[in-house]
């Protein structure tokens, strides 16, 4: 069983918005720092976001800021995206990611998974 279900993503005009979502099966998120990444065609995963615990906060790529905002819902066990103002460089694969140890480990790079199979994100006109 993966640790997380992605999902949200779809099809989206430049300047739209979306929400994505990862909700985690038969473990908790409560204790632990969750990231999302990106995967474009061609290109190397991309750490967008993620949110720690306690004091750690929230963290985002210079490229999102300011457009994607994160939070988490722990009785939900579930992580979102809210992604406005969205460009054509925002397509790909949206996963999730989670580590015990604060944001600025799991944004250097995707941590041991296996992973969930992510949601797909396409900006189009």
């Known amino acids: 069983q993966l640790p997380f279900v992605e999902s949200g993503g779809g099809l989206e005009q430049p300047g739209g918005s979306l929400r994505v979502s990862c909700a985690a099966s038969?473990?908790?998120?409560?204790?632990?720092?969750v990231g999302w990444y990106r995967k474009a065609p061609g290109k190397h995963n991309e750490a967008v976001s993620c949110?720690?615990?306690?004091?750690?906060?929230?963290h985002y790529a210079d490229s999102v800021k300011g457009r994607f905002s994160i939070s988490r819902d722990n009785a939900k066990n579930t992580v979102y995206l809210q992604m406005n103002s969205l460009k054509l460089e925002d397509t790909g694969v949206y996963f999730c990611v989670a580590d015990g140890r604060p944001c600025n480990y799991i944004l250097s790079g995707v941590p041991p998974g296996p992973w969930g199979q992510g949601t797909q994100v396409t900006v189009s006109s």
């Open positions: 949110i720690g615990t306690g004091t750690d906060g929230v």
């Open positions: 038969g473990w908790t998120i409560e204790y632990y720092s």
